[in-house]
């Protein structure tokens, strides 16, 4: 049986990591696609059976991919996400697989040989498509912030809660959050972590950087309109003047 597969992620390297582990004599990789509409296109273009589909992406999500193919229309999905949040929930089920970045070689495996077990009885599993419609309501009718953010590390995963972040900002390819004194990185593009968290919360005071407004105790002016942002704790950010109105008003009302 030959398998005709997609990847769709927004991140290069992770199709390319996808399509190393799909080494694989019954998968034929028909299409990778770094976006939801190229993901919309493929799916309906292509007798496909089988997606590796990221949940988070700029614009249209993994969601909206679903939505817009139709459930009684989906082949098997993978969905492959970098937090553990209600979608991970929803889904660990035994009935439509995740994983979750970064995976190693034996979860692939194992998700892959769930995929191989789905396409060949050629049955959607009881429950699923209900499972998926509601979850597609949900995601419809209410946003959902991330309320924690796995953190991985050679020793495991520690889960940060956002409500303990104080300031993000970027660092080379990584992110660097900020709880207290600790410092954790992730591997993440900062203007896609700002669309996850809760705007009443958390807010970019710079190109690089985002800040937790709870945490403000004050602004200090410097030249050209700029400012610095004090922390609670004394440690100084940079304000740039083009986010300067826009919190001056999150902050006063």
Not at 170 to 193: C, F, P, W
Not at 213 to 233: G, R, T
Request: hydrophobic share 40%; aromatic share 8%; charged share 30%.
């Amino acid at each position: 049986m030959r398998i005709k597969a997609i990847i769709v992620d927004d991140v290069e390297s992770a199709r390319e990591r996808i399509r190393l582990l799909l080494n694989d004599p019954e998968i034929e990789i028909v299409a990778e696609c770094e976006n939801g509409r190229e993901a919309i296109e493929a799916i309906r273009r292509t007798k496909v059976d089988l997606v590796f589909l990221d949940v988070q992406m700029p614009q249209i999500s993994g969601f909206d991919v679903i939505d817009a193919v139709g459930i009684d229309k989906l082949p098997t999905v993978v969905f492959v996400t970098a937090y553990d949040e209600f979608a991970l929930r929803a889904f660990d089920a035994n009935a439509i697989d995740y994983l979750l970045k970064p995976f190693d070689e034996e979860r692939f495996s194992r998700a892959l040989v769930r995929a191989k077990r789905e396409i060949g009885s050629r049955q959607i599993p009881s429950g699923i498509e209900d499972r998926l419609r509601n979850l597609l309501e949900e995601v419809r009718t209410k946003p959902h912030y991330l309320k924690r953010i796995p953190v991985k590390s050679s020793r495991g995963t520690t889960f940060v809660s956002t409500d303990e972040i104080e300031w993000i900002c970027s660092s080379g390819n990584d992110l660097e959050i900020h709880v207290g004194r600790a410092t954790y990185l992730i591997r993440q593009k900062l203007s896609y972590l700002e669309t996850r968290l809760d705007p009443e919360v958390f807010m970019r005071v710079h190109r690089s950087t985002i800040v937790n407004l709870n945490c403000i105790k004050s602004l200090h002016p410097l030249f050209n309109n700029d400012h610095l942002i004090i922390l609670k704790d004394g440690r100084e950010l940079n304000l740039s003047r083009t986010y300067y109105e826009k919190l001056m008003i999150r902050i006063t009302t």
